[in-house]
């Protein structure tokens, strides 16, 4: 079965410096992934996805990902921090055969002024 | 457009007690979904819908857990009776016709149940 395994619950950045949140899936298929975003008291919110193609992503708020398969990685960036982005955020993979996302356990960003 | 809505945002019930957790997806989504956080751990799927129709349901925990999905408009989940360990954050989400991994399902704020 597909796992997803997002290392550090918690992750802490100065204003300004790269944010860098790590995900690995578990299947020697790669999945469709995703990287969600929950901010205070919101839903979750797409930041990106890969389905097929470019392995470089881009997603909303200057985010993107890179998805590497010999490491079967999928880890979010974004060069420069700022304060709106603390938030929870989560990474999923679509299990083949269905419908349904597997989750990390998510990683709590904290912006530190 | 309205996005997912979820009612109750909170809910504190006792031990024992029934819950019923509301879900209103996106106007034309068939496909609805029920997840389930439990503190400190990941988003675990709970079951599908498509349109009224329970697509797979193999994430339910067991038999007091009940979802059904009337019109295949909203959805309701209902919990009876209630135990500790079904506290957590409840997500409904929602995708257009069609479905397939390809397509972006959209989550609600979430309902936060407490079993006390």
């Known amino acids: 079965a597909q796992s997803v395994t997002q290392l550090g619950s918690h992750v802490s950045v100065s204003e300004g410096a790269l944010v860098l949140l790590r995900c690995n899936y578990s299947s020697s298929v790669p999945p469709y992934l995703f990287w969600y975003v929950q901010y205070p008291n919101q839903g979750l919110q797409l930041l990106l996805k890969y389905t097929t193609g470019a392995t470089l992503v881009k997603g909303i708020n200057g985010f993107e990902a890179e998805f590497k398969k010999s490491e079967t990685s999928f880890h979010l960036t974004k060069p420069s921090a700022h304060m709106s982005d603390a938030a929870e955020y989560f990474c999923a993979a679509h299990n083949f055969g269905n419908e349904k996302l597997t989750f990390g356990t998510g990683t709590r960003l904290t912006i530190i002024p | 457009e309205a996005g997912v809505t979820q009612f109750p945002s909170h809910s504190v019930i006792e031990k024992g007690q029934t819950v019923t957790l509301r879900c209103d997806p996106i106007s034309g989504h068939d496909n609805l979904y029920w997840y389930r956080r439990v503190m400190g751990k990941e988003i675990k799927f709970l079951l599908h819908?498509?349109?009224?129709?329970?697509?797979?349901e193999s994430g339910m925990p067991n038999n007091r857990f009940l979802a059904e999905r009337t019109g295949g408009t909203y959805s309701t989940l209902k919990v009876q009776p209630a135990e500790l360990e079904d506290s957590g954050v409840y997500f409904c989400?929602?995708?257009?016709?069609?479905?397939?991994?390809?397509?972006?399902?959209?989550f609600g704020q979430g309902t936060r149940l407490t079993v006390v």
């Open positions: 819908f498509v349109k009224e129709s329970k697509q797979d």
């Open positions: 989400a929602s995708s257009p016709p069609g479905g397939g991994r390809n397509t972006e399902a959209f």
